[in-house]
């Protein structure tokens, strides 16, 4: 037997059944599944409301549908980053859509007699109860993306527990709980208004940058391609920068944890490409490849951006520092403070786009003291993605002559006047 998908294929029984198996055992699910039972304990506690239908099937609803709700969240998030290139644009992306069903989430509870009219009239009715809530929880989830950056958890399941927070607190403030109804509007508009106002400094910063200093460029780059050169230019031109460091993510720590627990791989190699594939401990609803699954090795990816910097006239203006052992250590946390220690009292500038990475990198720097960025809305239709499915022209000649040299599987890889041993795509320089 076979079921029949929305793209008019057959797929196996079994594969079907694997799935829902392996969506059954994900620890989010199981935890969205915890959310729910949290949210009928928290509010049916606080609001008396044991017996109550619509609490229930809210409860329910929530429990199924919590992990789609931070991918949703999520995704929200990097539209708008995409659109506007604004930290605040951003946010609000993730505020808007939260406020909405938060509203809609409190009226049918309020509708359904699940909630304590006189605790929901204490935070200022439906409205404020969904305006404290989601401000509450967009701080509560900026400490899961906060910890994401550090390494620790991934974005939908720190963004499910910082939900899950909110969901206990929301319960016992609308109710007005002494000492519960104080933290909820404290969490909202102390975290959550914290929050807003760390990303507008932020934006501010961006548009009123003093020109000079060093930039930051921090990224993949799996391949460098043209316009990896183009903003560089663009970033040394406009801010008058004096010269730039760029710092290649290696092995992202997400993957680090997830190779040493067993939940991806190497599945293949394919023209010096290292393809990522999820295994059957892998939770299904943790997104392991935010930006692809296919890589080169750290080392070659490194000599690719130095031949062409070279190839591009820039090797005066740019340094490409590798701090192995502190980025595996403190990640590009400690990649910054070991520049600011090198550097002492020099303006710093962090280069950016508005995808998942880049925005990711712009919160670090954010984190790490008064750093100016400099974001650039990428409509070039230039793409490391497409680069990888076989794309031509988007590479420096010396990336695509670098690359078709590895897909040979020669031996020995000679370019811009230096050669480098092959070993499967990895290249290391010298005979």
């Not at 309020?110 to 929901?120: D, F, K, R, T």
């Not at 701080?139 to 994401?148: D, E, F, P, S």
């Not at 109804?181 to 009123?208: I, K, N, Q, W, Y």
């Not at 006239?313 to 590798?322: F, N, S």
């Amino acid at each position: 037997m076979a079921t029949i998908r929305s793209d008019g294929k057959a797929m196996p029984t079994a594969t079907r059944a694997s799935k829902i198996i392996r969506y059954l055992r994900s620890p989010s699910t199981r935890m969205a599944a915890f959310g729910g039972l949290l949210t009928y304990l928290s509010y049916a506690y606080a609001h008396g409301g044991w017996a109550n239908p619509t609490l229930i099937g809210v409860s329910i609803f929530v429990g199924v549908f919590l992990p789609s709700y931070a991918k949703l969240s999520n995704k929200a998030e990097l539209w708008a980053n995409n659109q506007f290139g604004f930290v605040t644009g951003g946010r609000l992306g993730r505020f808007v859509p939260q406020l909405a069903f938060n509203l809609v989430m409190f009226w049918l509870m309020l509708w359904g007699g699940a909630l304590n009219q006189a605790g929901i009239a204490s935070v200022g009715g439906i409205a404020g109860a969904a305006l404290v809530t989601t401000l509450a929880s967009q701080g509560t989830q900026y400490l899961g993306g906060y910890l994401v950056a550090r390494g620790v958890g991934d974005a939908n399941r720190n963004t499910l527990v910082g939900i899950l927070v909110n969901v206990t607190l929301a319960a016992l403030g609308t109710a007005g709980v002494p000492g519960a109804r104080e933290a909820f509007l404290f969490l909202g508009f102390g975290l959550g208004g914290s929050l807003f106002m760390v990303g507008l400094l932020s934006d501010l910063r961006s548009v009123m940058a003093p020109k000079g200093g060093i930039g930051l460029f921090f990224g993949t780059y799996n391949p460098f391609h043209n316009s990896h050169i183009a903003l560089l230019q663009s970033a040394i031109d406009q801010r008058g920068l004096d010269k730039v460091i760029i710092h290649p993510v290696l092995i992202p720590k997400l993957h680090v944890d997830a190779f040493r627990k067993g939940e991806i791989r190497v599945g293949q190699l394919k023209d010096g490409f290292q393809i990522y594939e999820k295994t059957d401990k892998a939770d299904s609803n943790v997104d392991y490849f935010p930006t692809g699954n296919v890589f080169l090795p750290p080392e070659t990816r490194v000599a690719l951006i130095e031949l062409s910097l070279a190839e591009a006239g820039l090797a005066d203006k740019v340094e490409v520092a590798v701090y192995s052992d502190i980025y595996y250590a403190q990640g590009f946390q400690g990649v910054i403070a070991e520049i600011k220690r090198r550097h002492p009292g020099v303006r710093l500038h962090i280069i950016h786009g508005t995808d998942f990475g880049g925005m990711l990198v712009r919160q670090i720097a954010d984190e790490c003291g008064w750093i100016y960025p400099w974001c650039i809305l990428r409509r070039d239709q230039v793409s490391a993605t497409a680069i990888r499915r076989g794309a031509k022209g988007m590479t420096p000649p010396i990336v695509t002559d670098v690359l078709a040299q590895i897909s040979q599987n020669l031996p020995t890889v000679a370019a811009g006047g230096r050669r480098f041993r092959n070993d499967n795509g990895v290249l290391t320089e010298g005979n």
